[in-house]
């Protein structure tokens, strides 16, 4: 039965691929957020990045003469100069292999980002000895892209007089037209294809591909999962916690190297509906990431919760979760409840007051395999206002009986999976796929296809 699935895959699914490994683009390089976000990554990102060699152990004087580690230099230049530290570890991969060089010369250390070395010129140039030195050089290049290359297109439109979105600039012999700012100062500091084209081969390797919002991740052969969401890994502390939101089917493991690609986000500590009280006092329903507070002792009563059941945290988590509604006394299952009419056998979500429809039965069981519904007249579901549709969460696959095309369920929407390599190429199982009716996946609203890894 597996092949012929196999074959279903490779002949009808014909969907076009956006491949994230496209040919060299040079008109289009990074995009100028990836340039830019200063934030994207802290000292022990950085550090875990530079575990690949010797810049891991590495220290030396940063520009203005305090002695740092390699990742304490990268990491203040970036936020100085308000450029990504995923740029610069790339620049310095780039330009000197220096993250996956395990014995680097002092010659690769001394010129670490290529700065004011041009491709003629020697590094022995006395004009030149000035920004020798590995902290000189990671400083001066952050500071050269945002306070000279980006500064001058945002202010004149372009840097160098030629290098500008938008503006034809040749390269190699050929005609190039940068799309965007970031591209333009790649090209205005390595002026020609072979360079760039590396840089950007590099930036794709480490941070060019992502599987989508909703994807559990583990490294093979060891502890510990992670939720994949808008790019960022965030790491789950407990088994409770893991299996009040997830699927133990839907993990996928996957070599060291794809999570190190990650940015680590905010953790996920407590299991959902979770009873959480600060410093202060106050109490909270955690639901899912959001924080709910209950406004006094005679709801927290009402509702039905016990005060054995509260978890005390520090006011410093409180920054981890979202804020949620208010939880009042007029405040209808803040923890959600299932109903089933007797006279149709049709089931409800009621949560906060609202009524959600189940219309299949695969997404009531995917979704609440530990509740039973309560069987109740039309009646007392009539009362609660109308809402839109229970779909599934992110991360699952479906499918329809009638159509082979597999979609995984990222950020509210289906993604088509275009092909068997792809669908292969992010570890999926066809044993974890849904099969529901066309109406059911229908509710889901259709998204970009999913591109191959």
């Known amino acids: 039965m597996k092949r012929l699935i196999f074959a279903i895959f490779a002949i009808v699914l014909l969907i076009p691929a956006q491949n994230a490994h496209a040919e060299f683009n040079p008109n289009y390089l990074i995009s100028d957020w990836d340039l830019k976000d200063a934030f994207s990554m802290g000292f022990n990102e950085i550090q875990h990045y530079l575990e690949r060699g010797a810049l891991a152990d590495y220290k030396t004087e940063d520009w203005q003469g305090a002695t740092r580690y390699a990742a304490d230099i990268i990491l203040r230049a970036a936020q100085d100069n308000s450029i990504s530290p995923k740029f610069l570890l790339v620049l310095l991969q780039k330009e000197q292999s220096l993250v996956e060089d395990d014995t680097p010369t002092d010659r690769q250390l001394d010129w670490a980002t290529g700065y004011a070395v041009c491709d003629d010129c020697s590094k022995d140039d006395p004009s030149i000895q000035r920004w020798k030195g590995f902290g000189k050089q990671v400083n001066s290049a952050a500071m050269q892209f945002s306070e000279g290359y980006m500064a001058d297109i945002e202010t004149t ?261 275009p092909s068997e390599s792809v669908f292969l190429s992010y570890g999926y199982s066809w044993n974890d796929i849904l099969t529901l009716s066309e109406s059911a996946l229908n509710a889901h609203p259709l998204g970009p296809a999913l591109e191959e890894l």
């Not at 979105?165 to 002026?191: F, H, R, S």
């Not at 502890?223 to 916690?241: Q, V």
């Open 157 to 417: 439109g372009s840097t160098q007089g030629k290098y500008g979105p938008g503006l034809k600039v040749e390269v190699d012999g050929q005609i190039v037209v940068p799309e965007n700012a970031a591209t333009a100062a790649l090209y205005a500091y390595t002026p020609h294809f072979q360079g760039n084209a590396n840089f950007v081969s590099i930036w794709d390797r480490w941070f060019g591909f992502q599987h989508p919002t909703g994807t559990l991740l583990k490294i093979s052969n060891q502890p510990g999962i992670y939720l994949i969401e808008y790019g960022y890994k965030r790491p789950i502390h407990s088994w409770s916690a893991f299996l009040s939101r997830f699927n133990p089917d839907l993990i996928i493991e996957v070599p060291e190297h794809i999570l190190d690609a990650y940015t680590e986000g905010r953790p996920i500590d407590f299991p959902n509906y979770s009873l959480l009280q600060d410093e202060d006092g106050s109490i909270y329903l955690l639901v899912d990431d959001a924080l709910r507070h209950i406004d006094s002792m005679e709801t927290f009563h009402k509702i039905g919760f016990m005060e054995d059941e509260i978890v005390s945290i520090k006011n410093n988590d409180l920054v981890y979760f979202d804020e949620g509604e208010p939880i009042t006394s007029i405040t209808a299952h803040p923890e959600g409840v299932l109903m089933q009419l007797r006279t149709s056998g049709t089931v409800f979500y009621i949560e906060n007051g609202v009524r959600h429809i189940i219309i299949d039965k695969i997404i009531q069981n995917t979704r609440f395999s530990n509740r039973t519904p309560i069987l109740v007249d039309p009646v007392e579901v009539e009362q609660f206002k109308e809402g839109t549709q229970v779909t599934l969460p992110d991360g699952y696959l479906i499918k329809t009986a009638a159509d082979p095309t597999v979609y995984i369920l990222a950020e509210g929407q289906r993604q088509a999976i």
